[in-house]
């Protein structure tokens, strides 16, 4: 991986190579590079945990997350690969929305960015604590040296080689975390002699754990399929959507992006589900269940193949932690240095102030990410529920909407943040459902009725929306 950064460092030229290829990723890059950027760590460790703990009703959420992926992929992004084409060449987020809206303060710009910054230093913060808990149990370093062991790898090649580092790392990543999750769970099911046979031991040891329902509430089911709102609004999903070559690339990105979810997503259920009777029936007591994968590859597998298997958590893990650093850097250099501060800034310049700005992003992760009992799904979850409030209503109603204005946009955004924010604060009853459903609902509504206020958009704006709709008709 620090040998493709190496690589690229010597290939980026300007700030566009550096924080989006230069537009010129393949289908299949960039859909692998969508894929493992998203899952990050939680795919190998927070959703078999979770399956492990609770059973199949767990799988609520890889329902809605897989909805939610289609979707994205089929309404946002041919449609926002040609929008932010049109506008500029925008090359980042807070980039397309300044454009988007004629944001000539930068008002809208800087909310954006702030945004970007304070959610993704959680999430960044999540994988940082899924690279130490794999470094801790692996190596049996203790989980400061393990944490900072695993920051200093993924910062290096991010570092390096930008975007393109970054996505071809992903994708080679999300190739060995497949496969990672179809060997394992078949491995599981075989050693426990079938797949009757493993159900029945399942049965045995817990049988609501074969309930789709167990425990569970309307408002719990509704809170986990809600996971798949989340998708709309992810800075480093919609980048790699705005850096392929072609809008024609997109339905065969689609289709290989969706294919490589889909089973990884059924393997990573099925390990963290049939891995408890597995280790149930060696006698061994998980403390973490978020380790059962880790727990998995080393009891089945002699040491080479298990090594393969905990390079695949590892592959995940930084495989989303360089992309969230790179788009936050990239707001901090493009959307804050550039636009604000230093508005002649030369191209080598804003390469490097980007090369520092994910060294200062990945310290205060790292610092945040001191407390070795951090769950990493809960990490995850506050960060992806920021984002899907946050941006998911504007960046649909932007790309479908031609009456959203500047005022809607930043009153959306605000109440999407805010009400996430507060709602994790609330227990009880209502407040039990997940913060990013109703911070969808709020900042959706927000958009459109603040849309109603002040100075509407101009000609100008309404006929962009018009070419890129007609562009969109003529790409179909």
């Known amino acids: 991986m620090v040998a493709i950064g190496v690589y690229f460092y010597f290939k980026t030229e300007d700030l566009s190579d550096y924080i989006l290829g230069g537009r010129g990723l393949s289908p299949s890059v960039t859909a692998l590079s969508a894929g493992a950027s998203d899952m990050s760590g939680w795919l190998l460790l927070g959703l078999p945990g979770m399956m492990y703990s609770d059973g199949i009703v767990g799988s609520w959420i890889a329902i809605g997350l897989i909805i939610g992926a289609y979707l994205n992929w089929h309404y946002i992004a041919k449609p926002l690969r040609i929008y932010t084409h049109h506008l500029n060449d925008s090359i980042t987020i807070p ?9 000539k303060n930068n008002l809208l710009r800087i909310v954006t960015a702030l945004v970007i910054l304070l959610f993704y230093t959680l999430y960044t913060s999540s ?23 695993g920051s200093f790898i993924i910062v290096s090649y991010t570092f390096l080689g930008g975007y393109n580092a970054v996505s071809w790392t992903d994708f080679i990543q999300g190739i060995l975390m497949m496969l990672a999750l179809i060997i394992t ?17 399942i049965e045995r040891i817990d049988p609501s754990h074969l309930d789709f329902f167990n425990g569970a509430s309307f408002i719990g089911i509704v809170s986990l399929m809600a996971w798949g709102l989340g998708y709309f609004g992810q ?3 919609l980048v790699r959507f705005m850096s392929i070559k072609e809008p024609s690339d997109i339905p065969l990105a689609k289709n290989i992006g969706m294919s490589w979810m889909i089973l990884s997503v059924i393997g990573s259920l099925m390990v963290g589900f049939f891995g408890l009777a597995y280790v149930s029936a060696h006698g061994i007591d998980i403390q973490d269940s978020e380790k059962i994968f880790i727990t998995l590859s080393q009891l089945l597998f002699n040491p080479w193949i298990a090594g393969f298997l905990l390079a695949a958590i590892l592959a995940a893990i930084m495989s989303t932690i360089d992309s969230q650093l790179l788009v936050s850097s990239s707001v901090l250099t493009q959307d804050i240095y550039h636009a604000v501060l230093r508005k002649n800034a030369s191209e080598k310049e804003l390469v490097w102030v980007g090369r520092a700005t994910v ?18 799904l809960k990490l995850v979850s506050y ?23 500047r005022l809607g946009a930043i009153a959306g955004m605000l109440t999407g943040a805010l009400v996430v924010i507060v709602w994790k604060q609330l227990e009880g009853g209502l407040f039990d459902l997940y913060e990013l459903l109703p911070g969808f609902i709020f900042a959706s509504l927000a958009i459109i009725i603040f849309s109603k206020f002040g100075q509407e958009c101009s000609s100008e704006i309404k006929q962009t929306f018009d070419d890129v709709h007609t562009k969109l008709e003529g790409n179909k």
């Open 127 to 149: 994988g940082l604590v899924g690279g130490a808990k794999l470094f801790e149990a692996t190596f049996g370093l203790d989980y400061d040296t393990a944490l900072l062991v």
């Open 359 to 376: 060294i200062l992003i990945a310290v205060i992760a790292w610092a945040l990410s001191l407390d070795a009992n951090s769950s990493v």
């Open 383 to 405: 960060a992806w529920a920021g984002f899907g409030a946050a941006f998911g209503p504007l960046i649909i109603l932007s790309l479908y909407n031609a009456n959203v204005t």
């Open 185 to 201: 769970p078949v491995v599981v099911i075989y050693e426990l002699g079938g797949f009757g046979e493993a159900l029945s031991a």
């Open 235 to 237: 800075p480093h999903i």
């Open 95 to 103: 980039d397309y929305f300044s454009n988007r809206f004629e944001d």
